[in-house]
């Protein structure tokens, strides 16, 4: 029995959301701000039950909020006609054959054998006389304020107190919660909200059916002295494991020499405390001894534990204490005991049956952690989860669970499948995508996708959790990339500074950008950057050929050779890629094509005219703009050969770069070295150019 979708509607950013979860590990990513952390809270405000867990105003979603204000102000609104509005949150529940279904047998609403959906629903909802009653006390609030304002001199504090802030502070007197089982049909795979068995007035428990636990991001995991964090949870293992029967051996062999102490320590105790035993009995009573006490040893197994034990680690050969250790290690410990600690609270008691569903959440598990210690939490966590739940008496119950993460080190040895991510469509909603799901728009080339599959996972899983994205051909703009956007970054704050303006964007080195490594196969990526939506730069050659179909320089070209242009551009010959703009090489895709659109979000650039030359790579782009800078130290290029060739002004730039790189990579990091420290000795080739200053602009 698993939970195979959950469906959101009007909790903060989550609008109208569905998230689709795998079998057993659902790998929640996306950039900050995205509601990875709001999808915890609304599981935990609905399913925990919780005092802490009440809705607040904020949890109201922005186009929500106006929707409850059109509704007050709607007097044409009747009980027959008025649907109760709110925050909303369904399960779907998919069973099996081989499932117990004493405990769903209560919600379902469909005996239908090939129907093997239930629909559990949970709301925070307006009803009608919610409505009413805000109606009224609204009204009598206002004329409250009313009064008050003209009672106030100072002028500045005469600020209307509306709908909003009447709820933000007495909403939980009108909005009420409801849990319910929804009727599902199995043929459209729609559920009808307008049938349904309501549970709170039936009385029936989800305990049962459904058991959340979480780890939240917020772990009182620290390095300090005075804390004992690891310490405190061995406690709290150990409590959880006595009062499931586990370990019943050890559990009874620990008593038994606490027992044994005892004695002994009481025969100390009468020792040690003679003398005020005695003043005691000595000062009397009514009859002699009548004050006689005894002072006796009671070790008491779980107290011990809690107020006693201290976690050590092991650190070459000797023990020190826990509070020497590293966040990272700590966080991580951290975490492997709370895990345990809420595995025993899924396996409950001897006399009690683990839930039907059992979902167990991890919010952002690398905090504090290094990249490699990243890598084997995932690996781990993975064969922990995959264990399920495992009772010594046999029963075992499986465990469905959620990770969120921002770390793109954890992605990388996730799999692929198991890929949720997080999406913003506006400042007022978030969608999910399932990554499984490109597979679709790969059908027709399947080895591009097992490529992007692999490629992606392994080496660029940052581009998940980035805003926009930069694809680069190869060894040359990868070494190159950074310095460059410096130096751009540098040269347009040079030039603010001169007209004495500001700049309304933020440098390229401040925004989020992802550099991607693609080769000669950024088209493979065109349905992936659809797919996630980021703004792309994709920064290729001209690569002329000739009427042979061999290389040659642009100027005596009459065909290209690069399949990212022929791709995007699959009509265009090369005399009109020479001529486009940049709106001309801008994208939007539009039902799977990409069609030219000076609005789109991803732009194409490759060599322009500059200095009456075309160029056809990186390489005799640079040589044709910073020709001066190379000749006087071209000596000291490692990544060049046939020096001479740079004293003859008639060999044009193609020609140089034919004859005289050695190495592009070489001649890529001579660049760099030969540097002044504002990158003001040499010029950025001009497609370069207008692909980051595109990009740059949000």
């Not at 106006?66 to 399960?91: C, F, M, R, S, W």
């Not at 990579?665 to 980051?692: C, M, Q, R, V």
């Amino acid at each position: 029995m698993k939970i195979k979708k959950i469906k959101i509607e009007n909790f903060r950013l989550l609008k109208d959301f569905e998230l689709h979860l795998e079998d057993e590990l659902s790998l929640v990513i996306g950039k900050n701000n995205c509601g990875k952390t709001s999808l915890l809270s609304i599981l935990d405000k609905f399913l925990s039950h919780a005092e802490k867990t009440k809705f607040s105003f904020d949890d109201f979603n922005i186009e929500f909020k106006n929707d409850v204000k059109q509704t007050v102000e709607d007097l044409a609104l009747n009980e027959e006609t008025y649907h109760p509005i709110g925050i909303k949150l369904k399960l779907f529940i998919e069973y099996g054959e081989k499932d117990n279904l004493s405990n769903i047998s209560k919600v379902m609403m469909d005996l239908d054998p090939d129907n093997n959906f239930i629909v559990l629903g949970f709301e925070y909802l307006l009803d009608f006389d919610g409505l009413i009653r805000l109606r009224k006390d609204f009204a009598e609030f206002k004329t409250k304020e009313k009064s008050k304002l003209k009672d106030t001199k100072e002028t500045s504090l005469k600020t209307e107190k509306n709908l909003f802030y009447f709820l933000k502070l007495e909403q939980s007197g009108y909005f009420h919660t409801r849990r319910k089982s929804i009727e599902f049909d199995v043929k459209t795979k729609i559920e009808n909200d307008d049938k349904y068995l309501d549970l709170d007035i039936e009385k029936i428990s989800l305990k049962e059916i459904i058991n959340f636990k979480f780890i939240s991001a917020k772990r009182d995991v620290s390095n300090k002295e005075i804390d004992k964090t690891l310490s405190i949870q061995t406690s709290s293992i150990y409590k959880k494991t006595e009062a499931s029967d586990e370990q019943k051996d050890a559990i009874d062999d620990f008593k038994d020499k606490l027992s044994e102490t005892d004695i002994v320590l009481s025969g100390i105790y009468s020792n040690l405390f003679k003398n005020v035993i005695e003043k005691v009995r000595n000062f009397g009573g009514i009859k002699q001894d009548d004050s006689l006490i005894d002072i006796i040893s009671t070790l008491q197994h779980r107290e011990l534990l809690e107020g006693n034990t201290t976690v050590m680690y092991n650190h070459g050969g000797s023990s020190l204490p826990e509070n020497y250790n590293g966040l990272g290690y700590m966080n991580l410990i951290s975490m492997i005991f709370e895990i345990e600690i809420l595995l025993q609270d899924f396996k409950r008691k001897k006399e009690e049956r683990p839930s039907d569903i059992n979902i167990l959440f991890i919010e952002e598990p690398e905090a504090h952690t290094h990249p490699q210690m990243q890598y084997i939490f995932i690996k781990n966590i993975k064969y922990l989860l995959n264990q399920g739940i495992q009772r010594e008496d046999g029963q075992i119950a499986e465990l469905q669970s959620i990770i969120t993460t921002h770390s793109s080190h954890i992605v990388a040895e996730s799999n692929f499948d198991d890929i949720k991510y997080l999406k913003k469509e506006s400042e007022i909603s978030v969608i999910a995508k399932n990554l499984k799901d490109l597979q679709y728009d790969y059908k027709a080339n399947t080895k591009q996708y097992q490529f992007l599959k692999q490629y992606l996972t392994i080496n660029r899983a940052e581009i998940f959790f980035a805003d926009k994205a930069i694809l680069i051909e190869g060894d040359t703009e990868r070494i190159l990339l950074p310095t460059l956007m410096k130096k751009f970054d540098l040269d347009e704050e040079k030039i603010f500074k001169a007209s004495g303006g500001k700049d309304k964007f933020l440098p390229l080195l401040s925004q989020n950008i992802s550099i991607i490594e693609v080769g000669a196969y950024s088209q493979i990526f065109e349905k992936f950057i659809n797919f996630i939506g980021v703004k792309s730069l994709i920064i290729t050659d001209l690569d002329a050929t000739d009427a042979a179909g061999e290389k040659c320089e642009p100027s005596l070209g009459v065909n290209f050779s690069n399949s990212a242009l022929s791709f995007f551009f699959s009509t265009a010959t090369l005399a009109n890629l020479k001529s486009y703009s940049v709106a001309e090489k801008t994208f939007i895709n539009d039902s799977g094509k990409w069609k030219i659109n000076a609005d789109g979000n991803l732009l194409i650039v490759y060599q322009i005219l500059e200095n009456s030359f075309i160029a056809r790579s990186f390489e005799d782009s640079f040589i044709n703009l910073n020709r001066a800078f190379i000749t006087p130290i071209k000596t000291q290029f490692e990544g060049l050969k046939n020096f001479a060739e740079f004293d003859n002004l008639g060999n044009n730039p193609y020609f140089l770069a034919e004859k005289c790189i050695k190495k592009k990579t070489h001649f890529a990091l001579d660049i760099l070295y030969h540097s002044n420290e504002d990158f003001s000795n040499w010029n950025i080739p001009g497609y370069i150019k207008e692909g980051l200053s595109w990009l740059k602009q949000n």
